[in-house]
């Protein structure tokens, strides 16, 4: 009967990767080899329009539903993100991806052509960390040498699963975010390799630390005021993060949440405040980078699995790879309602994950 | 500057993990500590109800919703598997759960009453091996020390959520199958610990190979025949898996797929042999085993991400313990449509994620 291959049952246990209680790290400092970004109109005419890699000029993209829309933009990431690598699918190992629609069918449809293993995850808005974090996790265990991540959004599926048929055009409050479409594929190897050839001069961004968040009920049960609902979690996800790490937000050249908007941010600071925490500018949040405000009509920012996933890809990324910022910690923010917990009159539970990233010299 | 602690800045880049292309090995063999499983009015007169932990004797259990019933129970399988382990909360990492409700609503509900770092995961009916081949990696990588994994799914959200207002009382064609209402929930550790006062005599159940399922579409768009859209996935994850691991259908006691049922097991089956393995009764489903076929009036048998949970908790692992089953692969199944893309006329895509357990000795 075989069992083990003999290398692997003379595999001793791997040292432990827990710093403080919380925090995950990941010593052999697992690369992003390769991005890609896609957005819609209105993200292509914000602020990140010129860094994305495609702007699609309509929602259906010649599909015929905003769900098939979706989908196509989440398959065609992930494929132009591994042709930017230069990296074959025969030598990726697996898919972890998510999005917001139901069943994550916007992520399992695409994976259906893809033909990779796929781990399936869920975490709304936040999404992208849970995401990106588990892969790094996996490549830096060797469960897997090159994973692709990937997230997707989409303003009217959004609209129309989580509140009211878009037809409607419903007026939206103030607290209200925008839901971003859009995607975002990251392919994650490990440091042995070289990448000469994506004008990094020698230098990577590497995932260094991981720390997943917990559930926590601010009991907010207006879901215009998702922002709101998540910011404890945010904070909550920074403070133990910064605990486990020893380290201070100043650590950080930025320490972006997101999504969590014009009410959620100030909160989130605040409470960082009480805890202890010196807040300044370094501390922002990607649903205030991906707009103009004047293009969502005085709402309160953006959100979504692309938004996070969007300007971490086409804002921070690359001013890593061009030595302006050194360490980033990324806190994607999900509220995690459904549109029947809300019609039943429940309050909205949220959760926050972190990924510290850092650029580090492409050889070892 | 803080960075890693010493100690993790030294650390290796852990050994590959990889068997073949698509499988892992965990070679410190994690180790299944506890298993706690509950089930509704059908399940426990099933044949596996006195083999349960907890029978409830109505789908609300003094809730005042089926939703919020569902995520009592998984909540509460939880806390009650941890007490079974004699583990309190504070000692473990982080929750692995998943179940069938839009956005995990199941989970993500019930997480935040239980204070852990929360991974959420989907793959429909096989969200039971993904979760626990995830956790088994984590916790063989050093990433957690201790994991609870946990799913959940309840016949009337399922039913009023994924086809009519449970209230219809629509019928079933023979294809059918009954979303099972129950959760389970595994703790999940390192094996160096010992676990003496569980009844194991010295042996303890080990996650010892994870396969990833990749998403498989036949092509068949009736929501009331599942298992005959997932049939193909099962048989192509366990074919990579025998293939990967140099094993046979016949080194594993029994290999368990969940939820092909009456109609799509006997197709995975003919899939399998077509790929020249040989199939024995050997070859079973968690569909199959949950109730007496009379209980579920002529349909194909049992599904819902507890119907896997259920049959491995109160069937497979007993036996285990016992010293009768030394091996098992188990392969749930999970058909990753949702009503909306059913509506729209779209196919179903499915997935399987392939779990290998052993017996072990409970000190290395």
Redesign the interface.
């Known amino acids: 009967?075989?069992?083990?291959?003999p290398?692997?049952?003379?595999?001793?246990?791997?040292?432990?990767?827990?710093?403080g209680?919380?925090t995950?790290?990941l010593?052999?400092y697992p690369r992003i080899k390769a991005v890609y970004t896609a957005g819609g109109p209105k993200e292509g005419a914000g602020p990140l329009g010129d860094k994305l890699d495609t702007i699609y000029e309509d929602h259906l993209l010649g599909q015929?539903?905003w769900?098939?829309a979706e989908s196509f933009m989440l398959q065609s990431a992930v494929e132009r993100c591994m042709r930017k690598a230069g990296v074959e699918r025969e030598a990726v190992?697996?898919l972890i991806a998510?999005d917001?629609?139901?069943?994550?069918?916007g992520s399992?449809?695409a994976?259906?052509s893809?033909?990779?293993?796929?781990?399936?995850?869920?975490?709304?808005c936040a999404t992208m960390s849970?995401a990106t974090g588990?892969a790094g996790?996996?490549v830096?265990?060797?469960?897997?040498?090159r994973i692709v991540v990937a997230v997707s959004s989409h303003h009217d599926t959004a609209e129309r699963?989580y509140r009211f048929p878009t037809e409607y055009g419903t007026q939206r409050p103030p607290t209200a975010q925008w839901t971003a479409t859009g995607a975002t594929a990251l392919l994650i190897g490990?440091?042995?390799e070289r990448n000469d050839d994506n004008g990094t001069a020698g230098e990577e961004v590497a995932i260094?630390h991981v720390?997943?968040?917990?559930?926590?009920?601010m009991g907010i049960q207006d879901p215009y005021n998702m922002g709101g609902a998540m910011a404890a979690a945010a904070a909550d996800t920074i403070h133990r993060h910064l605990q486990d790490?020893?380290?201070s937000l100043s650590?950080y050249d930025f320490v972006a949440t997101g999504d969590l908007a014009r009410i959620g941010h100030p909160v989130a600071a605040d409470l960082l405040e009480r805890r202890g925490h010196k807040v300044d500018d370094r501390f922002t949040d990607c649903a205030l980078l991906l707009y103009d405000f004047g293009q969502i009509g005085g709402i309160a920012g953006a959100s979504g699995c692309a938004c996070s996933g969007i300007v971490f890809g086409a804002h921070f990324y690359p001013q890593m790879l061009a030595g302006r910022i050194r360490r980033l910690l990324l806190v994607a923010t999900g509220s995690?309602?459904?549109?029947?917990?809300y019609e039943?009159g429940?309050t909205i539970?949220a959760?926050a994950h972190a990924v510290a990233f850092e650029v580090r010299g492409a050889k070892r």
């Open positions: 009967m075989s069992t083990l291959t290398e692997l049952s003379k595999a001793k246990p791997a040292q432990r990767r827990r710093v209680k919380y995950t790290a010593p052999t015929r539903s769900e098939q190992d697996m998510g917001l629609l139901n069943q994550n069918t399992s449809f994976a259906r893809l033909d990779l293993p796929f781990i399936d995850v869920f975490s709304a849970q588990l996790i996996l830096d265990g060797g469960y897997a040498g699963q490990d440091s042995d260094t720390t997943f968040g917990r559930v926590i009920d790490t020893g380290r650590d995690l309602h459904n549109k029947l917990t039943q429940e539970p959760t």
